[in-house]
């Protein structure tokens, strides 16, 4: 695959070690370069990985723990791609989690070769993302608003959101419903009909 | 009420008059035991004569667990009334702890009082762990829905803490519901060691002595009588059938890795069959693709109205199948891949337009010149109405012209239906069935006997009209919600409009199905859906004059909605029992008391159910001087036929197995001398080989501890920690759901929650207080027990450039969100675990060589100095539903909880009052959201 030419920098760093690891042949939306880092994945300036197959683990217990002092206490976040390819994978994940505590590194598990290139990708494309993603809904549209607001409270759907604004024209009014007059609606049962009232008119806090 | 002497300390009333139930009583003031019992045969009638011989015996301690509110609301009421017939002055009645409304001295108080109590599991499993209740003084326990019961559940727990301390208390556990103990590797016996109960005692109805007390001489008269379904509503079950066939190929096709052989057309009758299709697919719920998800939520919706299609009248059935059709069409400019694949079928169109056709359809109007044709009401009525028309004119002639044996009974007719909509559409048909409709002058009819013939007429044109006036607003409402949807049909939809130039008009209203040009067929929209269909306004106004409110209809008084009871005092009488027709719906355990209460000389089923025969069957088998007719109505061939009998089946196959398992069951002694066993011991006692010699180093030392959040008591880790012998410390947090150490803080999130707190932003904010609070905060990614452990999806990894690109940052999946946050938080350690086994494992690893947490600590920790701990706690579903209200933020939603009382209560407040808590910007946008009228408007 032809790759994009490079610029410094925006290239995920690979360690010769990984020769021949299946995962950089699954890199494939991302350049790639060898680099002689203390790492195995140099992600970016703060970041790196190491990779860690479990059934190499399983033979090799220590070895982890030699890469791990040998990043000297580098980079500011140090993420242990751990391969899960053993069945019983308990042990090992259990010892790892301390690990982790430990020595300042964080677990990150993966399933194939697919999905351990993936996350290396993610890493270094990230590099400068800011956080908005996780921080919390963006806007959307009414429709979708009301839909998600409505069926906040258990068993009520996305048909019965909309036979209930249908029906009363506004959210408002349909707040200050009575239970008899949204038990009309088709579609709501006796369950949703209540569980709609009592949400509605349930006080934000805990009475102690 | 008859009595029944029991060798209770003092002699006390019980109302038990047939020979099963008194049997099963004795046994259980015997000894402890598990009873499950078919539905229908009186469950909580035995449990309330068995608390109440313990209440009457007074000092005493008995707790029930498990109990629903409405149970809870029936034991308390026959505790009082048993009190009272037998006058036991000792006896108090029953006292209800449920949500956090009582405080934590008031419980104290409370339960160092005695008596019966009914304690929500979340409650009772933190006042047993805080000794707020001392499972020492308890003098017994009674379990209701016992097949709620599993290892990792909170009642399991509950009952581990309280044999461990206590082992003289009695145990008594009741179900009603088998099925659950058939489902895996020897259930009874599992099912047996998690309740610490060594005697299982079933009691189906073909028990022996419950055969033979409800099969003697006094047995109920039972008439069945089928009913067709008329062509239409065949028509449409077979359509519906046709779509659900396709949505199950569909998902087979799309999860080719799974276990699904059971999925078939047959299976999807059953009444739990969308549950049992999440079952299956659950283990893998985080994996399986956004279709799969969609065409599940697809088969509810399409079982749903199976059952429509017996219950609504067409005309509410249509509006209910507009309503769906509203939801679920294409978001606009989405291409086939994201809809429900049912609605492609011409299977859907045949749904639709069948049910258009019972309401109404076109004819040509007579007359040479005019080629337009007009919308006339068809209004299809539901076969049962005339029927149960019929039976109630034979009841009538039945009780005219033979008086009844004068006997115990009333002679009131009791109906009984599934739900209150059906309720209220019966009352509806039996008010106005005699109510003619004139439309056409037909004087010399009048006396005509045929004429009285009850119809549905007056109120399936009343429906019609309202129907009409909600088509018409719901227009705009459709309009304004999905807009764009709205651009694409206005090209697509009306085809009549377009087409009507060119074609024959004859033909015109005849929808081309098969036919026609491939993807443009007339009532679908370009992507090949069917859209959306709106009647002309000229049609529809012909229409509504054609259902003009007739002279006789216009003496009716109005359709009352909702009584608003204002003048209760003017208008409240007592109704003479003896001429009545009481219409209820199906309500569990609670029929018995309707029964009771009624004392009805018919009783007419209008749809079937198995327990609510059974109770009848009771009901007249205790009672010597009662008689009692029953019809039995429902549809031959039909969905509810079929699902009737399959449930009759299945309980009978239940029970079966059950009594299969019991004669071959090894029992471990559980109450034994040594102490209690944990129910899952020998998965979660490992030999910790690192104390050489097997000598006790631990002993002087403490016992290991855990703070938990009171909320976490939902899951089953707090009770596997328990498990593992650490001590388990409830407490109201607000930072973390578990401390671990002082410097350890573990926030635990299951993939679903990991998923929807990234969603909402939750886990950012909750990790950012983690950390002003803790050094080594933790997210612990907790995979279910039986869920697949792997995040990866079934989708192919072949991820393009475009998937992993900066600019795609707001990207769906996990993956790339769990990238974010560890980018963000880069000292946030993540513990992955595959089951909460595996979790407890995990944290008893954490902890070793760490000191204990302080509870008053961890407690303390992200509250405001001047706010109590008190104040803190809020319920969870009105503050999400706050949380999606535009304007709403993560910061200011702590003020406007604190300041306002609900929803409600910000639903009501205008822009002005909500300026100074949340700001104007953010005060109008959410006053918008309240208030936006979507009839008047657009």
Same mark, same amino acid.
């Given at each position: 695959q032809a790759l994009p030419s490079r610029s410094s920098g925006s290239s995920i760093l690979v360690s010769?070690?990984?020769?021949?690891?299946p995962v950089l042949a699954s890199l494939k939306s991302m350049p790639w370069e060898y680099s002689d880092i203390l790492?195995?994945?140099?992600?970016g300036l703060t970041t790196c990985a190491l990779f860690l197959s479990l059934k190499y683990h399983r033979l090799h217990p220590e070895y982890i723990y030699t890469r791990i002092r040998n990043l000297?206490?580098?980079?500011?976040l140090r993420i242990?791609?751990?391969?899960?390819?053993?069945?019983?994978?308990e042990d090992s994940l259990r010892e790892l989690s301390k690990t982790s505590l430990v020595n300042n590194v964080t677990i990150i598990l993966c399933w194939s070769a697919a999905e351990a290139a993936r996350y290396l990708e993610l890493y270094k494309s990230y590099e400068?993302?800011?956080?908005a993603a996780i921080r919390g809904q963006q806007s959307t549209s009414y429709a979708e608003k009301l839909v998600e607001f409505a069926t906040v409270?258990?068993?009520?759907n996305k048909a019965d959101a909309v036979a209930l604004v249908s029906t009363f024209g506004s959210l408002r009014h349909a707040i200050n419903a009575d239970p008899e007059q949204v038990s009309?609606?088709?579609?709501?049962?006796e369950r949703k009909v209540k569980n709609w009232c009592k949400v509605v008119d349930e006080p934000f806090r805990v009475k102690k | 009420m008859s009595a029944a002497t029991a060798s209770a300390p003092q002699p006390v009333k019980l109302s038990l008059p047939l020979v099963y139930q008194q049997k099963l009583f004795e046994e259980l003031r015997n000894e402890d035991e598990l009873v499950i019992l078919a539905r229908g045969l009186g469950l909580i009638r035995l449990a309330t004569n068995l608390l109440h011989s313990y209440d009457a015996a007074g000092n005493n301690l008995i707790v029930i667990v498990g109990a629903e509110d409405r149970e809870n609301a029936w034991i308390g009421e026959a505790l009082a009334e048993h009190a009272a017939i037998s006058m036991t002055p000792k006896a108090r009645g029953l006292t209800v702890v449920n949500?956090?409304?009582?405080s934590v001295s008031q419980r104290e108080k409370m339960y160092a009082a005695g008596g019966i109590f009914s304690i929500t599991s979340r409650i009772l499993v933190v006042d047993l762990l805080t000794n707020?209740? =001392? #499972?020492?003084?308890?003098t017994g326990m009674i379990l209701l829905?016992?097949?709620?019961?599993?290892?990792?559940s909170l009642e399991a727990f509950i009952l581990r803490i309280y044999r461990q301390k206590n082992k003289a208390g009695f145990l008594k556990a009741f179900s009603d519901?088998?099925?659950?103990?058939? =489902?895996?590797?020897s259930p009874l016996a599992t099912m047996m060691r998690n309740l610490f109960l060594r005697k299982a005692s079933l009691w189906p109805r073909f028990h022996m002595h419950v055969a033979q007390a409800l099969e003697g001489k006094k047995k109920a008269e039972v008439i069945e009588l089928e009913v067709p379904m008329t062509d239409a509503m065949k028509e449409i079950q077979t359509a519906i059938m046709e779509c659900v066939e396709v949505s199950i190929h569909e998902l087979k096709k799309g999860n080719t890795g799974l276990e699904m052989d059971d999925w078939n057309l047959d299976s999807a009758l059953l009444k739990n069959f969308d549950v049992m299709v999440r079952r299956q697919l659950d283990p893998n719920w985080h994996r399986v693709s956004w279709k799969t998800k969609q065409i599940v939520g697809d088969l509810t919706v399409l079982r749903g109205m199976l059952q429509s299609i017996v219950s609504l009248d067409a005309v509410s059935f249509l509006q209910q199948l507009d309503t769906i059709h509203a939801a679920h069409s294409p978001p606009?400019?989405?291409? %086939?891949?994201?809809?429900?694949?049912?609605?492609? $079928?011409d299977a859907a169109q045949t749904i639709f337009d069948t049910a258009k056709k019972r309401v109404y359809s076109s004819n040509q109007k007579?007359? #040479?010149?005019?080629?337009?044709d007009s919308l006339r009401p068809v209004l299809e009525e539901q076969p049962k109405w005339a029927l149960l028309a019929e039976v109630l004119g034979e009841i009538d002639r039945d009780l005219y012209f033979e008086?009844?044996?004068?006997?115990?009974?009333?002679?009131t007719i009791l109906i009984m239906c599934s739900d209150t909509n059906t309720c209220r559409q019966l009352r509806d048909y039996l008010q106005t069935?005699?109510?003619?409709?004139?439309?056409?002058?037909r004087i010399e009819e009048f006396?005509?006997?045929?004429?009285?013939?009850?119809?549905?007429a007056f109120m399936m044109r009343r429906k019609l009209r309202n129907y009409l006036r909600w088509k018409g607003e719901f227009a705009h409402v459709s309009a304004t919600l999905f807009s764009e949807n709205q651009k694409a049909l206005s090209g697509a939809v009306d085809p009549r409009l377009a087409q009507s130039k060119s074609r024959a008009p004859a033909n015109k209203r005849r929808r081309v199905r098969g036919?026609?040009?491939?993807?443009?067929?007339?009532?679908?929209?370009?992507?090949g859906s069917i859209g959306q269909f709106f009647e002309k306004p000229s049609e529809v106004a012909e229409l509504m004059a054609e259902i003009q409110i007739t002279e006789e209809e216009a003496k009716?008084?109005?359709?009352?909605?909702?009584?608003?009871?204002?003048d209760m005092d003017d208008y409240y009488q007592m109704y003479e029992m003896q001429d009545l027709v009481v219409i209820h719906a199906y309500e569990g355990d609670q029929d018995e008391h309707v029964l009771e209460e009624v004392k009805p000389k018919y009783i007419i089923m209008y749809e079937p159910d198995a327990s609510f025969i059974r109770r009848v069957e009771v009901y007249r088998s205790s009672h010597n001087d009662r008689n009692v007719r029953v019809y039995f109505l429902y549809y031959g061939g039909s969905v509810e036929e079929q699902r009737y009998l399959s449930t009759v089946r299945r309980e009978k196959d239940a029970f079966t197995r059950l009594i299969k398992e019991r004669a071959s069951m090894s029992l471990?002694?559980?109450?034994?001398?040594q102490g209690v066993e944990d129910p899952q011991e020998a998965f979660l006692?490992?030999?910790?080989?690192?104390i050489a010699g097997g000598? %006790?180093?631990?002993?002087?030392?403490e016992p290991p501890r855990v703070v938990v959040d009171?909320? !976490?008591?939902?899951?089953?880790l707090p009770s596997l920690l328990h498990g593992r012998s650490m001590v388990v410390v409830p407490c109201m947090l607000t930072?973390?759901?578990?401390? $671990?150490?002082?410097?350890i803080c573990v926030e635990r999130k299951s993939i679903s929650d990991l998923i929807s707190s990234f969603k909402d932003g939750r886990l950012y904010s909750q990790a950012e207080s983690m950390f002003q609070h803790y050094k080594s905060p933790m997210l612990l990614i907790e995979f279910d027990q039986?869920?697949?452990?792997? $995040?990866?999806?079934?989708?192919?990894?072949?991820?393009?450039?475009a998937s992993v690109s900066?600019?795609?940052?707001?990207?769906?999946?996990l993956q790339s969100k769990i990238v974010l946050l560890t980018l963000a938080f880069p000292k946030l350690r993540i513990i992955w675990s595959s089951s909460p086994y595996e979790t407890a494992e995990i944290f008893e690893r954490l902890k070793t060589k760490s000191p204990e947490p302080d509870p008053i600590a961890a407690v303390r920790?992200?509250?405001?100095?001047?706010? $109590?701990? !008190?104040?803190?706690?809020?319920?969870?579903e009105p503050r999400e539903m706050l949380a999606v209200v535009?304007?709403?933020?993560p910061k200011n939603i702590s003020n406007l909880t604190l300041a306002t009382e609900s929803i409600k209560e910000v639903a009501n407040m205008t822009t002005e009052e909500l300026a100074p808590l949340v700001g104007k910007e953010a005060a109008r946008k959410m006053h918008g959201f309240f208030n936006k009228d979507l009839i008047d408007e657009s």
């Amino acid at each position: 695959q032809a790759l994009p030419s490079r610029s410094s920098g925006s290239s995920i760093l690979v360690s010769p070690r990984q020769k021949g690891n299946p995962v950089l042949a699954s890199l494939k939306s991302m350049p790639w370069e060898y680099s002689d880092i203390l790492a195995d994945y140099g992600l970016g300036l703060t970041t790196c990985a190491l990779f860690l197959s479990l059934k190499y683990h399983r033979l090799h217990p220590e070895y982890i723990y030699t890469r791990i002092r040998n990043l000297q206490g580098k980079y500011n976040l140090r993420i242990l791609l751990t391969m899960v390819d053993i069945p019983n994978h308990e042990d090992s994940l259990r010892e790892l989690s301390k690990t982790s505590l430990v020595n300042n590194v964080t677990i990150i598990l993966c399933w194939s070769a697919a999905e351990a290139a993936r996350y290396l990708e993610l890493y270094k494309s990230y590099e400068h993302a800011n956080f908005a993603a996780i921080r919390g809904q963006q806007s959307t549209s009414y429709a979708e608003k009301l839909v998600e607001f409505a069926t906040v409270p258990r068993s009520i759907n996305k048909a019965d959101a909309v036979a209930l604004v249908s029906t009363f024209g506004s959210l408002r009014h349909a707040i200050n419903a009575d239970p008899e007059q949204v038990s009309v609606i088709s579609g709501w049962g006796e369950r949703k009909v209540k569980n709609w009232c009592k949400v509605v008119d349930e006080p934000f806090r805990v009475k102690k | 009420m008859s009595a029944a002497t029991a060798s209770a300390p003092q002699p006390v009333k019980l109302s038990l008059p047939l020979v099963y139930q008194q049997k099963l009583f004795e046994e259980l003031r015997n000894e402890d035991e598990l009873v499950i019992l078919a539905r229908g045969l009186g469950l909580i009638r035995l449990a309330t004569n068995l608390l109440h011989s313990y209440d009457a015996a007074g000092n005493n301690l008995i707790v029930i667990v498990g109990a629903e509110d409405r149970e809870n609301a029936w034991i308390g009421e026959a505790l009082a009334e048993h009190a009272a017939i037998s006058m036991t002055p000792k006896a108090r009645g029953l006292t209800v702890v449920n949500t956090d409304f009582t405080s934590v001295s008031q419980r104290e108080k409370m339960y160092a009082a005695g008596g019966i109590f009914s304690i929500t599991s979340r409650i009772l499993v933190v006042d047993l762990l805080t000794n707020l209740i =001392i #499972p020492e003084s308890i003098t017994g326990m009674i379990l209701l829905h016992a097949d709620r019961c599993v290892a990792t559940s909170l009642e399991a727990f509950i009952l581990r803490i309280y044999r461990q301390k206590n082992k003289a208390g009695f145990l008594k556990a009741f179900s009603d519901n088998p099925d659950p103990f058939t =489902i895996g590797f020897s259930p009874l016996a599992t099912m047996m060691r998690n309740l610490f109960l060594r005697k299982a005692s079933l009691w189906p109805r073909f028990h022996m002595h419950v055969a033979q007390a409800l099969e003697g001489k006094k047995k109920a008269e039972v008439i069945e009588l089928e009913v067709p379904m008329t062509d239409a509503m065949k028509e449409i079950q077979t359509a519906i059938m046709e779509c659900v066939e396709v949505s199950i190929h569909e998902l087979k096709k799309g999860n080719t890795g799974l276990e699904m052989d059971d999925w078939n057309l047959d299976s999807a009758l059953l009444k739990n069959f969308d549950v049992m299709v999440r079952r299956q697919l659950d283990p893998n719920w985080h994996r399986v693709s956004w279709k799969t998800k969609q065409i599940v939520g697809d088969l509810t919706v399409l079982r749903g109205m199976l059952q429509s299609i017996v219950s609504l009248d067409a005309v509410s059935f249509l509006q209910q199948l507009d309503t769906i059709h509203a939801a679920h069409s294409p978001p606009p400019g989405s291409t %086939r891949q994201t809809q429900s694949p049912w609605l492609f $079928l011409d299977a859907a169109q045949t749904i639709f337009d069948t049910a258009k056709k019972r309401v109404y359809s076109s004819n040509q109007k007579a007359g #040479p010149d005019s080629n337009i044709d007009s919308l006339r009401p068809v209004l299809e009525e539901q076969p049962k109405w005339a029927l149960l028309a019929e039976v109630l004119g034979e009841i009538d002639r039945d009780l005219y012209f033979e008086p009844a044996v004068r006997d115990d009974s009333n002679g009131t007719i009791l109906i009984m239906c599934s739900d209150t909509n059906t309720c209220r559409q019966l009352r509806d048909y039996l008010q106005t069935m005699h109510v003619r409709p004139r439309t056409e002058k037909r004087i010399e009819e009048f006396h005509d006997p045929e004429g009285d013939k009850p119809s549905g007429a007056f109120m399936m044109r009343r429906k019609l009209r309202n129907y009409l006036r909600w088509k018409g607003e719901f227009a705009h409402v459709s309009a304004t919600l999905f807009s764009e949807n709205q651009k694409a049909l206005s090209g697509a939809v009306d085809p009549r409009l377009a087409q009507s130039k060119s074609r024959a008009p004859a033909n015109k209203r005849r929808r081309v199905r098969g036919g026609g040009n491939a993807g443009a067929a007339p009532g679908r929209l370009e992507n090949g859906s069917i859209g959306q269909f709106f009647e002309k306004p000229s049609e529809v106004a012909e229409l509504m004059a054609e259902i003009q409110i007739t002279e006789e209809e216009a003496k009716q008084k109005d359709d009352v909605i909702a009584d608003p009871l204002e003048d209760m005092d003017d208008y409240y009488q007592m109704y003479e029992m003896q001429d009545l027709v009481v219409i209820h719906a199906y309500e569990g355990d609670q029929d018995e008391h309707v029964l009771e209460e009624v004392k009805p000389k018919y009783i007419i089923m209008y749809e079937p159910d198995a327990s609510f025969i059974r109770r009848v069957e009771v009901y007249r088998s205790s009672h010597n001087d009662r008689n009692v007719r029953v019809y039995f109505l429902y549809y031959g061939g039909s969905v509810e036929e079929q699902r009737y009998l399959s449930t009759v089946r299945r309980e009978k196959d239940a029970f079966t197995r059950l009594i299969k398992e019991r004669a071959s069951m090894s029992l471990v002694m559980t109450t034994d001398a040594q102490g209690v066993e944990d129910p899952q011991e020998a998965f979660l006692r490992t030999v910790n080989t690192r104390i050489a010699g097997g000598g %006790r180093l631990a002993a002087t030392a403490e016992p290991p501890r855990v703070v938990v959040d009171v909320r !976490e008591f939902r899951s089953s880790l707090p009770s596997l920690l328990h498990g593992r012998s650490m001590v388990v410390v409830p407490c109201m947090l607000t930072v973390g759901d578990y401390i $671990l150490s002082p410097e350890i803080c573990v926030e635990r999130k299951s993939i679903s929650d990991l998923i929807s707190s990234f969603k909402d932003g939750r886990l950012y904010s909750q990790a950012e207080s983690m950390f002003q609070h803790y050094k080594s905060p933790m997210l612990l990614i907790e995979f279910d027990q039986n869920k697949s452990f792997t $995040l990866e999806p079934f989708a192919d990894l072949s991820g393009s450039m475009a998937s992993v690109s900066a600019a795609n940052a707001g990207a769906n999946d996990l993956q790339s969100k769990i990238v974010l946050l560890t980018l963000a938080f880069p000292k946030l350690r993540i513990i992955w675990s595959s089951s909460p086994y595996e979790t407890a494992e995990i944290f008893e690893r954490l902890k070793t060589k760490s000191p204990e947490p302080d509870p008053i600590a961890a407690v303390r920790a992200g509250l405001d100095n001047d706010t $109590l701990a !008190e104040e803190q706690a809020f319920n969870t579903e009105p503050r999400e539903m706050l949380a999606v209200v535009p304007g709403v933020t993560p910061k200011n939603i702590s003020n406007l909880t604190l300041a306002t009382e609900s929803i409600k209560e910000v639903a009501n407040m205008t822009t002005e009052e909500l300026a100074p808590l949340v700001g104007k910007e953010a005060a109008r946008k959410m006053h918008g959201f309240f208030n936006k009228d979507l009839i008047d408007e657009s």
